[in-house]
């Protein structure tokens, strides 16, 4: 079965300094990978998704996420937040075939210092 | 600009009524997910169709939930009767066949009390 453990609750960072989120997942095939984000009080955003080609995918917001199978990783990176980006961020798993259900990791929240 | 819509945004309700969650998913968009957000367990999966037929409902309980799709405009999640620990936010999410996506409703803050 997939499963998705993002090891770091929460996270704080200074505004300006560079992030990084983790992700571990866990299926044993190529699967597709997604970041989501979520600010209070409301529904998940997609900021970027994995399904093949470049391990290295770019997303919105000027967030970044590798894939690296040989870790089986999907790490999120930031290289300079802003106060906004406070909120909770998501990895998700999916296998990798048509409409497949989607499973989420716990979830990592970033707070942000001045 | 296409978005899930889901009705009510908020609910509170008296443990053993009837609830009904409504959704709306984006025209066109053949998967339809309800995941339920609580503190204790993160987001779950509860259910999600393909073209209306039901793939997976195993993490719904089955004594209390059900979940339908009537017509391709509309997914429905019924809890009967609810109970105080059924509060929690639950959103609906649809999304294209292949590759598979969700893309988010702004959730249902159901309170049983």
């Known amino acids: 079965a997939q499963s998705v453990t993002q090891p770091d609750i929460h996270i704080t960072v200074s505004e300006g300094a560079s992030l990084e989120l983790r992700c571990n997942y866990s299926y044993g095939a190529t699967p597709y990978l997604f970041w989501y984000v979520q600010s209070p009080g409301q529904g998940l955003q997609l900021l970027l998704k994995y399904f093949s080609g470049d391990t290295l995918v770019q997303g919105i917001k000027g967030f970044e996420a590798e894939f690296k199978r040989s870790q089986s990783s999907f790490n999120l990176r930031k290289p300079s937040v802003h106060w906004s980006d406070a909120a909770e961020y998501f990895c998700?798993?999916?296998?990798?075939?048509?409409?497949?259900?989607?499973?989420f990791g716990s979830g990592t929240r970033l707070s942000i210092r001045p | 600009d296409a978005r899930v819509t889901q009705t009510p945004r908020h609910k509170v309700t008296e443990m053993g009524q009837e609830v009904t969650m409504r959704c709306q998913p984006i025209l066109g968009h053949n998967t339809v997910f309800w995941y339920r957000q609580t503190m204790m367990q993160g987001l779950e999966l509860l259910a999600y169709?393909?073209?209306?037929?039901?793939?997976?409902d195993s993490g719904m309980p089955k004594d209390r939930f059900s979940a339908e799709m009537p017509d391709a405009t509309l997914a429905t999640l019924k809890i009967q009767p609810s109970e105080p620990r059924d509060s929690a936010v639950y959103f609906c999410a649809s999304g294209p066949t292949d590759p598979s996506e969700a893309f988010f409703g702004q959730g249902t803050r159901l309170t049983v009390v």
């Open positions: 169709f393909r073209n209306r037929a039901p793939l997976d």
């Open positions: 998700a798993v999916a296998r990798y075939s048509s409409a497949s259900k989607i499973i």
